[in-house]
């Protein structure tokens, strides 16, 4: 009986502190809804916010992930290189209207690096124009050409052996254009009158025979060929064979694209030039196939090359885009190797004897 009184005492307690307790919540929840309102009038960052979203746990696979900070970032672009493009206005515009100090001499030399011309070759050249400048104070843009035209310049030619079997080995890194480059001498050969005979030592691809084989048709040029796998110095042996037997006045040996950097591939090379030079008594000609788009890596490709098979000449490809193949001028600095030919398309025309003029124009053009 005496918890009966005690009982309601404490119903009246629960009661009264269930309102107090729901009047503090109420009170909380009214500030904090106050508080945010605020906020929210006065545009104030709500970092919170961005906290609270649920963490991804796994990439997104469907949306491309967001990259605010790129979308704000100025758009990419590419490295302030200059490979040639607009090099005879930025030496004009550096030159234009004052005289030349050893500043602008350096930054000559700079300009011309940077077009891929090489240190050393590059020096060479600003010492020329420095020496001839000073002298008549003529357009620099003008004296470079000359200059580089002279670098290039001397006996540029093709060397073919009149009324005998001439040699010609194309050598170069995986998709330089040798083959296209075989494919459109061999028609430039034909067009004078010879007759012309392909082996195709590139028998580490299957795909490579065909497309020397699509090339000899277009050209009319015979062709040796054999199935992926054989033996590149075997071809080339039998390719020496019928040439002889055919009275062909030249035989131009396509070989494998492969890496300047590994050994073994480059002795395959050195050893397909032993063959030729037992079968046809010597090889006359050895092209470096550079892609004029390549920029430095053609002065390490060519190095490397003539350790293996010394070379006797450059085909520079590819200069029907933008690049202007300033390259070269490193490689016959260093090395001493002229280019023959220059390749400026896809279709079996676009194959030119080298001009020094035409390429220095070319590259200080713009
Ligand atoms: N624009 C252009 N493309 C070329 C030139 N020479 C070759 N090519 C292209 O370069 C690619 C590789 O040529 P290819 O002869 O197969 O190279 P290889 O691997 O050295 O035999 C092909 O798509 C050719 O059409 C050229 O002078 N100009
Ligand atoms: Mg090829």
Redesign the pocket.
């Known amino acids: 009986m005496a918890r009966t009184p005690s009982a309601s005492l404490s119903d009246v307690e629960s009661f009264l502190i269930a309102v107090a307790v729901g009047a503090v919540f109420g009170l909380i929840l009214a500030l904090v809804m106050r508080s945010r309102a605020r906020q929210r009038e006065s545009g104030a960052p709500r970092p919170e916010r961005g906290r609270a979203r649920p963490i991804p746990t796994r990439p997104e696979t469907e949306a491309p992930p967001r990259r605010p900070r790129a979308a704000t970032a100025p758009a990419p672009t590419r490295p302030p290189v200059v490979r040639g493009d607009g090099l005879g206005s930025r030496i004009r515009a550096l030159f234009a209207g004052k005289k030349a100090t050893a500043e602008e001499w350096s930054r000559l030399g700079e300009l011309l690096i940077r077009a891929d011309v090489g240190p050393g070759a590059a020096a060479q050249l600003v010492e020329r124009v420095r020496g001839r400048y000073e002298d008549d104070s003529s357009d620099p843009t003008t004296l470079i050409a000359e200059e580089v035209a002279t670098a290039l310049g001397g006996d540029t030619a093709l060397h073919l052996k009149p009324g005998e079997l001439t040699v010609i080995m194309v050598v170069?890194?995986?998709?330089?254009?040798?083959?296209?480059?075989?494919?459109k001498l061999a028609a430039y050969l034909r067009d004078r009158g010879l007759k012309v005979g392909l082996a195709n030592s590139?028998t580490f691809r299957a795909a490579?025979g065909e497309?020397l084989s699509v090339w000899a048709e277009r050209a009319g040029a015979h062709i040796v060929t054999q199935t992926r796998g054989a033996d590149p110095g075997a071809v080339a042996f039998d390719a020496v064979e019928s040439a002889r037997a055919r009275g062909d006045d030249v035989l131009i040996v396509?070989t494998a694209?492969r890496l300047h950097t590994r050994q073994p591939l480059m002795a395959e090379l050195e050893k397909v030039k032993r063959v030729l030079e037992k079968a046809a008594g010597d090889v006359e000609e050895v092209l470096l196939?550079i892609?004029?788009t390549t920029g430095q890596n053609g002065i390490a490709q060519a190095r490397e090359f003539t350790k293996a098979v010394p070379l006797t000449g450059i085909a520079l490809?590819?200069?029907?885009?933008t690049a202007k193949g300033g390259i070269v001028i490193a490689v016959r600095d260093e090395l001493g190797v002229p280019v023959k030919l220059v390749?400026?398309?896809?279709t079996i025309h676009?194959?030119q004897p080298f001009d020094p003029k035409t390429f220095a124009d070319n590259l200080l053009a713009g």
Do not use: F, P, R, W
């Open positions: 170069g890194v995986n998709g330089s254009g040798k083959t296209t480059t075989i494919g590139d490579a497309q396509d694209g196939v892609d004029g490809t590819k200069l029907d885009g390749g400026t398309g896809e676009d194959l």
